[in-house]
């Protein structure tokens, strides 16, 4: 089973310019939530999706913007990239809500130089 | 606001041994509780939840975490650890609304032989 995919698994910025990080769930889940991982912050949610054609911001959203595609896919945008945004970008879904078992991905290393 | 402590950043331990990770949280009612277990290069993986009833939770892994409420905690707890459970262990509250989790900083678990 594949589970939550992300990709790319690496990738280097240079300041200003942009990407999307793709994930894709094969779960059948409804809820995808976008988190970002830093030392000794433990995970900060960014935004989340609760179905299909809805999102709402977390924690941390400035700066990102995100799409659900469909109910297996929900990318993340940087539209330009900061140094602030080097991070470990984890993708996670569920079949409904949080108080059920998160399914990660096993994460985007993203370094902004 | 809800917040979740976990005040040992750094837990050496060695094969064999008993491990108590603390985790405290402040929050007014009962709230939703996890604990995470992250894999070096890996996303985070469920142990174990409280919501209510029982007090003591048993977990995967042979884990188990007890709530406190009259010291705001949730430890986990494991009577002998094992190589394979060096990793980075996370803390993590429903903020109330089942769609976002507030996660501690982590603790990171060596295990010497």
């Known amino acids: 089973n594949a589970g939550v995919t992300q990709t790319p698994k690496f990738q280097v910025l240079k300041t200003g310019q942009s990407m999307t990080l793709q994930c894709a769930q094969d779960m059948n889940h409804n809820s995808m939530y976008w988190y970002r991982q830093d030392p000794g912050m433990g995970l900060r949610l960014i935004y989340y999706?609760?179905?299909?054609?809805?999102?709402d911001k977390g924690e941390v959203p400035n700066g990102y913007n995100v799409s659900r595609l469909n109910k297996r896919e929900f990318s993340l945008r940087l539209e330009s990239a900061a140094p602030s945004q080097t991070s470990v970008y984890f993708c996670a879904s569920t079949r409904d809500t949080v108080n059920e078992k998160l399914f990660f991905g096993s994460g985007t290393q993203l370094s902004v130089l | 606001a809800q917040s979740v402590t976990q005040p040992d950043i750094h837990i050496t331990v060695s094969e064999g041994a008993s491990l108590e990770l603390r985790c405290n949280y402040s929050y007014g009612a009962t709230p939703y509780l996890f604990w995470y277990v992250q894999s070096p290069g890996q996303g985070l993986q469920l142990l174990l939840k409280y919501f209510s009833g029982d007090t003591l939770v048993q977990g995967i892994k042979g884990f188990e975490a007890e709530f406190k409420r009259s010291q705001s905690s949730f430890n986990l707890r494991k009577p002998s650890v094992h190589w394979s459970d060096a990793a980075e262990y996370f803390c993590a509250v429903d903020r109330g609304s089942a769609r976002q989790l507030t996660f501690g900083s982590g603790t990171q678990l060596t295990v010497l032989p």
């Open positions: 999706s609760a179905s299909e054609g809805t999102t």
